[in-house]
């Protein structure tokens, strides 16, 4: 069967550089011949480009402009998304080779073929990359510079319409590593009208374009372009960031709203002075420098505001930077990526952040994939000593009304080993919370195992999945524990699957503890452990869950409750919460002392003539409550309710709750 062949010629007249368009002309004939390799409902098109301009670009220094031969354009026939290759030749011609369905009634294309998505009648939606490389000698990303067409099938011809428009910088020193292009919806996935490139709407957009050079280097002195959507940023929400070899960023913005056109071209100036109050990390060596900064201890450097710009392999080595001086009260923005293979060790306060004034945010540390550990990375403290250490990702927040968390994430696991002799606070994610600082902690994650088994036998220790102890006020929603918490310490007394001892004042929503508790020891001081918490000062409790067992063996007094072992002063409400099925509270007791669990609480036993009131209301035991030992009080719900002080005002109420264990 004799197949038909179009050659579809494209001819492209030069342009200036703002005009960002190029026109097509047919120059021959349509001639038949027999193709072999194609199927009875598909023809074959060759699409023959010379003399290309300003739409489909690279800028030279001579601001020529080329066809490159691994060049791919999309066609749509209707019917799908069809890949055109350069078939042969580069610089100003090149044939373009590819099939389309013999049905066709309209042929629309988009440059590149990376950038096409889909049709929808005679629109098509492109993607504008937020990430952009510039290659060695060229002055744009070509891959960025999305046009589109409708072909006119009379003649074969098409009209390339440019979609974006460009945002030109001048790099004056020798040592920038990547410039970061901010407005509103400069880059993502956008519907244009396919015969004409003017944009409807953005589906999915970018705020930032960061634009880096080949090959991951510095970008040689020049003039260069960024490709973006068209559109109108706002006042004051248009900046241009010059990122150094160490991350520091030199940023300025522009105070009046800035409107980009399509075709349209906005300069975006040269910055050498800027008030570098911004650092973007790309790489271990600027992660590196920022901890350093961060460990000076003062100084403008510690109010940055950071941006880890890439997940970071930190190549199983150890963090420099964890020392009890170490602060930071700026604000870091982790993206959603990841920093992973990365040791910790320290004989003090042991920490990625030892002192958090700011914020953390978006970070997951530990995990090369974000589903699970990398087997490399872990928080361990190693020193000999009978201060106070901290010990988790962060090691204390400090900050009152300030500093918060929101979806940071931790795989590593956090512990004190045996052969150290030290007093810790310790954390799967924060350590301690300063006394007299409230604090916000929202959808947090631990899956690193939490585990002590130092030989202190001093002053008491602390340790919980999510926080170690709380002396401040946490305000916390959608916390979740997923690693295990194993305990081998003689004084480790207040252990919660959330929180060791949860201080005054504070409210914690919608959180969960998965994490498994083992417990053992042979210690005289009184133990309060709880699947959540194991001590409540002065709370509000809503909507919290255990699902995991706890298992402990003790010759001390203890106080263990599914929810929390012990209640310990001031106005505790516990709303809601239940202690799941499986989640079974099991005892071996090896003297007699005291001994009291419940499946919401251990025990409420009012230590002082300070007035205490007690509500527990709508929650709810599903698990087995085992004491395996001597003198004990054992409840469904509470396994005791007492005041030590016969005249202190204590009211204790249980409402609407349910036992099934």
Not at 358 to 377: A, P, Q, T
Request: include cysteine.
């Amino acid at each position: 069967m004799r197949k038909i062949l179009k050659h579809l010629y494209l001819f492209y007249r030069p342009l200036p550089l703002t005009i960002l368009l190029f026109t097509l002309s047919c120059k021959q004939d349509i001639c038949t011949e027999v193709v072999e390799g194609v199927s009875g409902n598909e023809i074959s098109l060759l699409l023959s480009a010379t003399s290309e301009d300003d739409t489909k670009v690279t800028f030279t220094d001579s601001q020529n402009v080329r066809w490159e031969s691994t060049d791919h354009v999309a066609v749509f026939d209707g019917s799908a998304k069809r890949n055109f290759s350069n078939l042969s030749g580069s610089g100003t011609s090149a044939l373009f080779s590819g099939t389309v369905a013999a049905s066709y009634s309209n042929l629309y294309t988009v440059y590149p073929y990376s950038a096409a998505g889909s049709l929808s009648g005679s629109n098509v939606t492109v993607t504008v990359p937020s990430e952009q490389t510039v290659s060695t000698g060229n002055r744009v990303d070509p891959s960025a510079i999305v046009s589109v067409g409708k072909v006119n099938t009379s003649n074969m011809t098409v009209e390339f319409k440019q979609v974006c428009g460009l945002v030109s910088f001048e790099i004056a020193t020798s040592n920038i590593y990547k410039v970061i292009i901010e407005g509103s919806n400069i880059a993502g996935t956008a519907t244009v009208a396919a015969a004409t490139g003017v944009l409807s709407s953005v589906s999915s957009g970018s705020g930032r374009v960061i634009v880096g050079y080949s090959g991951g280097g510095n970008f040689p002195t020049g003039k260069y372009y960024a490709a973006v959507l068209p559109g109108t940023t706002a006042a004051g929400n248009f900046a241009v960031g010059f990122v150094h070899e160490d991350g520091i960023t030199e940023r300025q913005s522009v105070s009046s709203a800035v409107t980009i056109a399509r075709k349209g071209r906005k300069a975006a100036g040269t910055v050498t002075n800027g008030n570098p109050k911004v650092r973007h990390i790309f790489n271990k060596a600027q992660l590196n420098a920022w901890g350093a900064a961060m460990g000076d201890n003062g100084g403008d450097e510690q109010s940055f505001t950071v941006y880890l710009d890439a997940d970071i392999n930190y190549g199983s080595d150890y963090w420099p930077y964890t020392a009890k001086d170490t602060h930071f009260n700026g604000n870091f923005k982790g993206q959603n990526h990841k920093i992973y293979n990365m040791k910790i060790e320290s004989e003090t306060n042991t920490s990625f952040i030892t002192g958090l004034y700011g914020s953390l945010n978006d970070v997951i540390f530990g995990s090369s994939d974000g589903d699970s550990w990398d087997g490399v990375s872990y928080i361990m403290h190693t020193g000999n000593t009978g201060a106070i250490e901290y010990v988790g990702l962060v090691g204390e927040l400090r900050a009152n009304n300030a500093t918060f968390m929101t979806n940071v994430t931790n795989f590593a696991p956090v512990y004190v080993p045996s052969g150290y002799n030290t007093r810790a606070f310790i954390g799967g994610l924060v350590g301690h919370i300063q006394s007299g600082k409230t604090v916000t902690m929202t959808d947090c994650k631990n899956y690193g195992s939490v585990s002590n088994s130092s030989s202190w036998s001093g002053n008491e220790t602390r340790m919980g999945g999510i926080l170690g102890q709380c002396d401040g006020a946490l305000l916390g929603s959608g916390l979740e524990n997923h690693g295990g918490l194993t305990v081998a310490n003689n004084v480790t007394n207040f252990i919660g699957g959330l929180c060791g001892d949860l201080g005054s004042g504070s409210v914690v929503s919608g959180s969960i503890n998965y994490g498994a508790i083992t417990f053992s020891d042979s210690g005289t001081q009184t133990t309060y452990l709880g699947g959540c918490f194991g001590s409540v000062r002065g709370s509000i409790i809503s909507n919290c869950h255990n699902c995991a067992a706890i298992t402990a063996t003790r010759n001390a007094q203890h106080r263990f409750g599914g929810i929390t072992g012990f209640l310990q002063s001031g106005n505790i409400t516990i709303n809601d919460c239940v202690n799941h099925t499986g989640a079974n509270l099991t005892v071996e007791s090896t003297s007699s002392k005291r001994t009291t669990l419940g499946g919401i609480a251990g025990a409420c036993l009012n230590g002082s003539s300070s007035a205490m009131k007690v509500t527990i209301q709508d929650s709810k035991n599903e698990a087995s409550v085992i004491n395996n030992g001597a003198a004990s009080e054992i409840g469904g719900i509470v396994g005791m309710l007492d005041s030590e002080y016969a005249g202190a005002a204590h009211t204790f109420s249980v409402l609407n709750c349910e036992n099934t264990g």
